[in-house]
């Protein structure tokens, strides 16, 4: 309880919240048998048997109580990303977290990327050419912060146990739950382009993003970077040109990555920013020179 008080203590403090992804593994104690607070997570199979070289998803599913958030990826000005580690049967292999498209929050009274919506993260596990038989146990350590008011780091070890058999089979009841995750996956954007106007570390960000012609107005936008070359605080700004192009420009993160060849992020609109009503997707124009 000595390590939630400091947490508490200093949560309103922007220095403590900034290397909360140190801090937060340090304020948790293992207390799997208590409840977590403030959301409700569970590990999901789409399959409910496995067979030799196959690729399947699992998916850790995310309800958030009533005020509560967590975070994305890239959390921005302040906050820690959800983690997964795996410990895996011999010869398998886990591919990276698929990251639902992230939506605006607020702690400390600083934005933040995260997710308010209850959402679910896909991982691809792979089995190898040859499997025992009998069952295969998977564990996934995850550990989080929901945060409110006041912000609750956690970690609990997730077990899916799945039988060896000649086919691999689907898991029926949840083809809804993983379908709607991978819609929820930001895509590459097709008839957009984004250029960059400022190079490699430069401390403003300036690029240009395109809509494909005859795309009705997007609304307004909003940009999540990837790796965090740009943070949720402050804004950027975004200004619509009078061919259609809008021009951004944004400080660099404080934190941002170095040398970094490229800008990965997301595009949201508030209107269709795609054909067929997606009104997200995923860009990534090169720096000048690369």
């Given at each position: 309880?000595?390590g939630m008080n400091?947490?508490?203590?200093?949560?309103?403090?922007?220095?403590?919240?900034?290397?909360?992804?140190?801090?937060?593994?340090?304020?948790?104690?293992?207390?799997?048998?208590?409840?977590?607070?403030?959301v409700d997570l569970?590990?999901?199979?789409?399959?409910?048997?496995?067979?030799p070289s196959a690729?399947?998803?699992?998916?850790?599913?995310?309800?958030?109580?009533?005020?509560?958030?967590?975070?994305?990826?890239?959390?921005?000005?302040?906050?820690?990303?959800?983690?997964?580690?795996?410990?895996?049967?011999?010869?398998?292999?886990?591919?990276?977290?698929?990251?639902?498209?992230?939506?605006?929050?607020?702690?400390?009274?600083?934005?933040?990327?995260?997710?308010?919506?209850?959402?679910?993260?896909?991982?691809?596990?792979?089995?190898?050419?040859?499997?025992?038989?009998?069952?295969?146990?998977?564990?996934?350590?995850?550990?989080?912060?929901?945060?409110?008011?006041?912000?609750?780091?956690?970690?609990?070890?997730?077990?899916?146990?799945?039988?060896?058999?000649?086919?691999?089979?689907?898991?029926?009841?949840?083809?809804?739950?993983?379908?709607?995750?991978?819609?929820?996956?930001?895509?590459?954007?097709?008839?957009?382009?984004?250029?960059?106007?400022?190079?490699?570390?430069?401390?403003?960000?300036?690029?240009?993003?395109?809509?494909?012609?005859?795309?009705?107005?997007?609304?307004?936008?909003?940009?999540?970077?990837?790796?965090?070359?740009?943070?949720?605080?402050?804004?950027?700004?975004?200004?619509?040109?009078?061919?259609?192009?809008?021009?951004?420009?944004?400080?660099?993160?404080?934190?941002?990555?170095?040398?970094?060849?490229?800008?990965?992020?997301?595009?949201?609109?508030?209107?269709?920013?795609?054909?067929?009503?997606?009104?997200?997707?995923?860009?990534?124009?090169?720096?000048?020179?690369?």
């Amino acid at each position: 309880m000595w390590g939630m008080n400091v947490c508490k203590e200093w949560m309103g403090a922007r220095v403590f919240l900034r290397v909360i992804a140190a801090v937060a593994l340090a304020c948790i104690s293992a207390r799997a048998e208590e409840p977590t607070q403030g959301v409700d997570l569970a590990l999901v199979s789409s399959v409910r048997s496995v067979s030799p070289s196959a690729t399947f998803a699992v998916g850790l599913t995310i309800h958030h109580h009533p005020g509560f958030h967590t975070y994305w990826k890239n959390p921005g000005a302040v906050g820690y990303p959800i983690q997964m580690k795996w410990e895996l049967p011999e010869g398998f292999t886990a591919g990276e977290v698929r990251w639902p498209v992230p939506e605006m929050s607020s702690m400390a009274g600083h934005p933040v990327f995260g997710y308010v919506r209850d959402v679910t993260l896909l991982v691809d596990l792979t089995a190898p050419a040859e499997l025992p038989e009998g069952e295969l146990e998977f564990h996934a350590d995850v550990s989080w912060m929901a945060c409110s008011n006041a912000c609750h780091p956690d970690n609990r070890r997730f077990t899916v146990t799945l039988p060896v058999a000649d086919e691999t089979v689907a898991k029926e009841e949840v083809k809804e739950l993983f379908a709607k995750a991978e819609e929820s996956i930001p895509l590459p954007l097709e008839g957009w382009s984004a250029t960059l106007e400022s190079g490699v570390d430069g401390k403003q960000i300036v690029f240009q993003v395109t809509p494909p012609a005859g795309l009705a107005d997007p609304g307004a936008l909003r940009v999540y970077s990837y790796d965090g070359q740009i943070s949720s605080d402050p804004e950027p700004v975004i200004t619509k040109q009078e061919e259609g192009t809008y021009r951004i420009e944004v400080p660099r993160a404080d934190f941002s990555p170095k040398g970094e060849g490229s800008l990965p992020f997301v595009l949201v609109g508030e209107n269709a920013i795609e054909e067929g009503g997606k009104t997200f997707g995923f860009l990534e124009p090169e720096y000048a020179g690369e």
